[in-house]
T-cell receptor
């Protein structure tokens, strides 16, 4: 069973703090990793993709990948109340385009 | 571009009825995915198509579910007969063949009574 795991949360952080979201995956040969944000009642939207070990930064967001540990994370700097949403980790399990999504972590940024 | 278009946006039906969900992909996107999202099971991939051909339908829960993509501009997901446990949000997502970024439609919220 190919699995992607996340803490369901809720993760609460004060406005301006760093929010750290974590994801682990079971398939060692996975090559592509994605973070999606989903507001309540809305559809998922892509925030970041990462393919290589290390960090990838885009504005306030940093994705971190460690393939040896089968771990991918998302850091949100200077968290804003508008960042309050569910964050979904997705992994392409390296067979075609078969994506597996984690259960999501609900983030709440408190003003 | 209008993005991925799904219809209907909301559907309420009675157990045993046939339900048909529709999706129009973004022009030029030749991979299409159907997902189901529930609180209990999260976002599950049901089936995906590439160039109108079903590639992997292992996520389709049972024979009551079927999906078609008769052309590059249209796909349907049908449930016949529907059951209360089918109540969920059904998303369609598409992407270009040589890319992995999926763009999700707004979803269809299905309630089976």
């Amino acid at each position: 069973q190919k699995e992607v795991e996340q803490n369901s949360g809720p993760l609460s952080v004060p406005e301006g703090a760093i929010a750290s979201l974590n994801c682990t995956y079971s398939d060692r040969v996975s090559q592509s990793f994605f973070w999606y944000r989903q507001y309540s009642g809305k559809s998922p939207e892509l925030i970041m993709s990462i393919y290589s070990n290390g960090d990838k930064e885009d504005g306030r967001f940093t994705a971190q990948l460690n393939k040896a540990s089968q771990y991918v994370s998302l850091l949100i700097r200077d968290s804003q109340p508008s960042d309050s949403a569910t964050y979904l980790c997705a992994v392409n399990m390296n067979y075609g385009q078969n994506f597996v999504f984690g259960p999501g972590t609900r983030l709440s940024v408190l003003p | 571009d209008a993005g991925v278009i799904q219809s209907p946006r909301h559907e309420v039906t009675e157990m045993g009825q046939e339900v048909t969900l529709r999706c129009k992909p973004i022009s030029g996107h030749n991979s299409l995915f159907w997902y189901r999202q529930t609180m209990m099971r999260g976002l599950e991939l049901l089936i995906y198509f590439n160039n109108n051909v079903p590639i992997d339908d292992s996520g389709m829960p049972e024979d009551r579910f079927s999906a078609k993509m008769p052309n590059a501009s249209f796909s349907t997901l049908k449930i016949q007969p529907s059951e209360p446990r089918d109540s969920a949000v059904y998303f369609c997502a598409t992407c270009r063949d040589n890319q992995e970024t999926q763009y999700f439609g707004p979803g269809t919220r299905l309630l089976v009574l």
